[in-house]
C-alpha cells in the first residue's frame, strides 16, 4: 500500500494547536487535555513511527483502546502519511493477528504501552480504489464471523468531517460527547470531525459506559453540545434522568443510530433534551452516514422514525427481489452510494461476489460508479419517504410464512417492561424456523413469559409469536461497536446465569 497523501485531517489539527494551544481537546477520566498537550503526545508517537521501518508505507496496526494516547497515535499516523488499522480492542489475539495480518500490517503500536512493535511478514494488500489515498481502516462489527476490513480515504473522510461540521455546529466552543469506541465509524463525527475543527471531545470511559448517570454526568459537567449514540445509551440516559426528567439544557444536538429507537424513548428525550434538535442517523460503515431525519419535538413518531432524507451527494435506489428499481411506492433491499463512503473491503478475495456493485441498470447518466447493497429492506410510501423495515438475512420461513425477527424484536420492545430485546431464528426439521426471544426486563418488572406472549398476539401474526423467551435483568451482550452479540446469544449459556428459558403456554 502506497503511502498516502498527507491530508487536512492533520493539517487542520495542527492549526488548532497553533492557533489554540490552551484550549481543551480531550476530556479522559475527568481530566483535561489541551490541544497544546495533545501535539506532545503526538511528537513522542511520531518518534516512535519514525524508529520503525515503515518503506512501502504499510498500514500501521493499533488497537483502538479508547485513551489519548491511541487518539494521538491516530495523529501521528495522519502526520507520517500512514494508514491506521483500529481494531477493537476487545478483539481476542487469535483473532486480532489474523485480522492486522490480512490488512499487512508490519507493526502493531499499542499506544498506552509504546515499546517494541509486534511485526508481521504479510505484504500489504492493494487497497481498493484510490489507494495511495487511505486514511483508516475500520471494521465491523465481526457478528457474522472475522471483521471485515473497510478502508476510507482521506478525501472522503475529509468530506464528511466538513459536513458533520456544518450541519451540527462543530467549531470552537462545541463540546462533543463520544460513546462510541474508536474503531466504529461513529468517530468520524465524535472525535476527528470535532478535532479538525477545534472543539473538544468526551471521551466516554468503556467501564462506565453502561452507568446511565454516568452519562448524564459527563454532558452536564463539559456542557456538552453534541451527543451522538445508539438507542441503548439514551435508553440508559433517560432511565437514569427519572421523572421528571433531570434536564441537560447544554446539548444542542442530539442524534441516535445503529438501531431501532423505541417509541417510548424516544418520546422522552425532549424532555431529558429540552434544548436540542433530535436526528435519526441511517448509516453502514461501508458507507458512512446516508441519510438524516430530524424528529418533530412536539410530535415524536410512535412507529418509527423514517430514515429521512438523502444527505449531500447521497445517490439512493430501491431494488426489489428480482434486482429491478423500484421506482414508486414499494419495498426492497436499499442501495447507496455515498461521498464518504470505502470503495471496498480491504484483503478481499476479488472473486468473491460482495456487496459492493456496479450502479444500478437504468440509473442516469452522472450516477456513482459503485454502489453499496445495505442489506437493509425498507419501504418507499406514497409521499417518497423511505421506512426501514429490517434486513434481508433477518428474513425467516416460519411453518411457511416469511417473518422478519426485527419486526418482532420492535414489537416486543413496544413493551413498557421489556428493556432490551433479541429474536433469534433456530432451525426445525418440522418448522423450518422457531423463533426464540432474549429480553432484558427493566428493573422491578414483573413481566412473564405469557404477558409477552399475549402482548405479541395483540400485533403480529401466530407464526411471528416467539415459542420460547430467555427472561433476564443482566445487559444482554454487546459486540465491538455496540450492537447486540447474536452468537454469543446462540451459544449455549453457561451455568450459573441468572437468566431463565421459559417455554411458551
Known amino acids: 500500500m502506497p503511502v ?9 489539527f495542527a492549526r488548532q494547536v497553533d492557533a489554540r494551544p490552551d484550549a481543551t481537546a480531550l476530556v479522559a477520566r475527568r481530566r483535561h487535555i489541551s490541544y497544546g498537550e495533545l501535539a506532545d503526545l503526538v511528537a513522542d508517537a511520531s518518534a516512535h513511527l519514525d524508529r520503525l521501518d515503515t518503506t512501502g508505507g504499510a498500514p500501521i496496526g493499533a488497537p483502538a483502546t479508547k485513551t489519548p494516547r491511541t487518539i494521538a497515535l491516530v495523529l501521528a499516523c495522519l502526520r507520517a502519511g500512514l494508514p491506521v488499522v ?64 473497510v478502508p476510507l480515504t482521506g478525501g472522503a473522510v475529509e468530506r464528511f468531517v466538513d459536513w458533520a461540521a456544518a450541519r451540527f455546529d462543530l467549531a470552537p466552543g462545541a463540546s462533543v460527547l463520544n460513546y462510541a469506541p474508536l474503531n466504529f465509524d ?22 462506565a459506559a453502561t452507568n446511565g448517570r ?60 429540552p434544548g436540542s434538535r433530535l436526528y435519526n442517523v ?37 431494488l426489489d427481489s428480482d434486482g429491478a428499481v423500484v421506482t414508486g411506492e414499494g419495498r426492497g433491499e436499499l442501495v447507496v452510494a455515498t461521498p464518504f463512503q470505502s470503495a471496498g473491503y480491504l484483503g478481499a478475495d476479488p472473486a468473491t461476489p460482495g456487496p459492493f456493485v456496479d450502479a444500478p441498470e437504468g440509473r442516469p447518466p452522472g450516477t456513482a460508479a459503485r454502489f453499496y447493497r445495505t442489506g437493509d429492506v425498507v419501504r418507499r410510501d406514497g409521499d417518497g419517504v423511505l421506512h426501514l423495515e429490517g434486513r434481508n438475512d433477518f428474513q425467516v420461513k416460519v411453518r ?94 453457561p451455568e450459573g446465569t441468572d437468566a431463565r428459558k421459559e417455554p411458551a403456554r
Open 86 to 149: 483500529l481494531p477493537s480492542a476487545t478483539l481476542p489475539a487469535a483473532a486480532l493477528r489474523r485480522l492486522l495480518d490480512r490488512a499487512g500490517c508490519r507493526h502493531v503500536v499499542n499506544a498506552d504501552d509504546i515499546g517494541p512493535a509486534g511485526a508481521g511478514e504479510t505484504p500489504a494488500p492493494a487497497a481498493p480504489g484510490d489507494s495511495d489515498d487511505v486514511a483508516f481502516v475500520l471494521t465491523t462489527s465481526g457478528s457474522t464471523g472475522l471483521p471485515k476490513l
Open 282 to 318: 441511517y448509516g453502514c460503515t461501508e458507507t458512512n452516514d446516508s441519510f438524516l431525519y430530524e424528529v418533530d419535538r412536539d410530535a415524536p413518531p410512535t412507529d418509527g422514525v423514517p430514515l429521512g432524507t438523502p444527505l449531500p451527494g447521497v445517490e439512493a435506489v430501491v
Open 400 to 493: 411457511g410464512t416469511r417473518v422478519n425477527t426485527e419486526v418482532v424484536e420492535q414489537v416486543l420492545l413496544g413493551h413498557h417492561e421489556v428493556a432490551e430485546a433479541v429474536v433469534l431464528a433456530v432451525p426445525d426439521p418440522v418448522a423450518g424456523h422457531l423463533l426464540h426471544a432474549v429480553l432484558r426486563r427493566v428493573p422491578g418488572a414483573t413481566v412473564t413469559t405469557l404477558d409477552l406472549r399475549r402482548h405479541c398476539a395483540q400485533h403480529l401474526p401466530t407464526a411471528a409469536i416467539p415459542s420460547a423467551f430467555r427472561l433476564s435483568e443482566a445487559p444482554l451482550p454487546r459486540t465491538s461497536t455496540g450492537k447486540v452479540d447474536r452468537r454469543t446469544l446462540r451459544s449455549p449459556r
Open 4 to 12: 498516502m497523501k498527507l491530508t487536512r485531517l492533520w493539517t487542520s
Open 214 to 273: 454516568h452519562l448524564l454526568d459527563a454532558i452536564d459537567d463539559n456542557a456538552v453540545t453534541v451527543v451522538q449514540a445508539v438507542p441503548m445509551a439514551h435508553r440508559l440516559m433517560v432511565d437514569a434522568a427519572g421523572d421528571p426528567a433531570r434536564r441537560l439544557a447544554s446539548v444542542r444536538h442530539t442524534l441516535f443510530t445503529g438501531d431501532h429507537m423505541p417509541a417510548r424513548c424516544l418520546a422522552a428525550l425532549p424532555a431529558v433534551f
Open 186 to 207: 461513529l468517530c468520524l463525527l465524535d472525535v476527528w470531525a470535532t478535532l479538525h475543527h477545534g472543539g473538544r471531545v468526551v471521551l466516554v470511559d468503556p467501564d
